[in-house]
């Protein structure tokens, strides 16, 4: 996927000509004001962190949130999902490495958030996303997420980014998510 946060509009502009159909933001409010007007069979994904106030917003607006990362967010979206009547596909995100600043289920409670996930909220994920710490080989965190999908019976995988996506891939990937190998550096939030 297509990582446009920050991006200028004449960054993404080609990209879009070019026929990338999968798009990933990070903040709510700055998709919807780059996003306004969709095109035709595009597919957004929020890969950053969610508020619980902004659920409502980001159910009506994403495809698919990768950031499904408490069990307060879970029952929000099962809620806000089924009040809109509208299917929007899970990503769980994993912190693999365990940082105390990062968002993401611990390793070792990821098979019981995901049953509490099925169970409780009827909510499927999709698949599960990571972001490795920065200073380490991402190899192991990628293949560790790999095998929490493998045991829940999870199919896809979200990971890898422009630093490390051919790692990812090599480990089983589904997708990547790649902002500036593909547009440039990122401008300056205001
Ligand atoms: C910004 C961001 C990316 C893209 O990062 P690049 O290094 O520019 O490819 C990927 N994933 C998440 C969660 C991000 O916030």
Not at 68 to 80: C, I, Q, S, V
Not at 112 to 125: G, T, V, Y
Not at 168 to 182: E, K, Q, Y
Request: glycine share 6%.
């Amino acid at each position: 996927m297509a990582v446009s946060k920050q991006q200028d509009w004449s960054a993404i502009a080609p990209v879009l000509d070019d026929g990338q159909k999968i798009f990933a933001e990070n903040r709510v409010q700055e998709a919807q004001t780059r996003w306004a007007e969709r095109p035709q069979g595009l597919e957004l994904r929020l890969i950053g962190p969610l508020q619980t106030n902004k659920v409502a917003d980001a159910v009506a607006l994403f495809d698919v949130i990768e950031t499904l990362d408490r069990p307060k967010l879970a029952k929000a979206l099962a809620d806000e999902i089924q009040r809109l009547g509208k299917s929007v596909r899970l990503y769980v995100q994993i912190n693999t490495g365990e940082e105390p600043q990062k968002a993401g289920i611990a390793p070792k409670d990821a098979d019981a958030f995901i049953a509490h996930c099925r169970k409780a909220l009827n909510l499927e994920p999709e698949g599960l996303m990571c972001i490795p710490p920065q200073d380490q080989p991402p190899a192991l965190h990628f293949a560790l997420l790999a095998k929490i999908a493998a045991r829940n019976g999870l199919a896809k995988l979200s990971m890898g980014m422009s630093a490390d996506f051919e790692i990812a891939i090599a480990h089983g990937a589904t997708s990547v998510r790649v902002g500036s190998a593909l547009f440039g550096e990122r401008l300056v939030r205001p």
